[in-house]
């Protein structure tokens, strides 16, 4: 392949993951809960696939597990939000220390090792490639849901106006609920992308804070399915980048900086002042 074919396969490896964390802040944040905790559900996500592909020598089965795994992790963030009143930036940050934790304990209890699993049966190719693919198109069916169909439109007042959601006969919380648990079953998809799909292994901190740039790709994307998935292929391009110019003379400790840069820059408000929905984060009690 050429150099520009090499960078445009590169960045979609690099992208795909973050596509499917920073769409799960997307709905998450449209019905008002902060997401901090999409580092932790990347996390677990990556964990679960592979323990369990390991246990059943199924990548698949392996697959389905990290999905669900990153739904509980997105149900116990929305329990702590919505029925406990935690605030959101605490609990987020709760369980993304808790899942770190946790999965370097559970490489020593499933695998009698730590710091990496052993390597277990993957997705391979094909797995891989249609992971790519399904970030698109969970993207296209995340727009549709959300501006299209009735749950949409709820979820979007819960981000906007609990009250008025409220007042409809429709409880803003269950709402949330239901928003953080499909959150966090796409962000543990990104994880078994991480794990069984560009690789065959879980090892300590190979999510490298994607789940904190997939944060600043729904800010550049203003919060929109569509915005938040071009802002995670730029991520993804940036990241491709080190690779592409390492024989240019470029230090490859500033190409790693990149993608960390542009977020920051995005969580500092230099990519533009962005309105996010009036409740994100807002806790909502009756």
């Known amino acids: 392949m050429s150099a520009i074919q090499d960078f445009v396969v590169l960045t979609l490896v690099k992208a795909a993951p973050l596509i499917y964390a920073a769409l799960a802040g997307v709905v998450c944040e449209r019905a008002g809960i902060l997401n901090i905790a999409l580092e932790g559900q990347l996390t677990i996500g990556a964990f679960a696939a592979v323990a369990v592909s390991f246990a059943t020598g199924n990548p698949v089965i392996g697959l389905l597990a990290g999905v669900v795994a990153g739904a509980l992790v997105g149900l116990l963030l929305g329990f702590a939000a919505t029925r406990f009143g935690v605030d959101q930036i605490v609990a987020g940050t709760g ?4 899942a770190l934790g946790g999965a370097a304990f559970g490489l020593t209890v499933v695998f009698g090792q730590p710091g990496a699993s052993a390597e277990v049966s993957a997705l391979g190719v094909p797995g891989e490639r249609g992971l790519i693919v399904g970030a698109f198109v969970a993207a296209l069916l995340l727009h549709l849901a959300l501006y299209r169909t009735p749950w949409g439109l709820r979820t979007r007042a819960s981000g906007e106006n609990p009250r008025a959601v409220r007042s409809a006969g429709i409880d803003p919380r269950n709402v949330r609920l239901i928003a953080t648990m499909l959150g966090g079953a796409l962000a543990g998809l990104g994880g078994v992308y991480l794990s069984l799909g560009e690789l065959d292994l879980y090892s300590d901190g190979m999510t490298a804070g994607r789940g904190f740039i ?3 790709a729904v800010i550049f994307g203003r919060w929109t399915p569509f915005g ?11 990241a491709a980048l080190q690779f592409v110019l390492q024989r240019s003379g470029v230090p490859s400790e500033l190409m790693q900086a990149l ?8 969580l500092t408000g230099i990519a533009g002042r962005a309105r996010a929905p009036q409740a994100d984060g807002v806790p909502y009690s009756e």
């Open 214 to 216: 997939a944060l600043a």
């Open 259 to 266: 993608p960390y840069l542009a977020a920051l820059a995005a």
């Open 228 to 238: 938040a998935t071009g802002a995670a292929l730029g991520f993804g391009a940036l």
């Open 95 to 98: 369980i993304n220390l808790l």
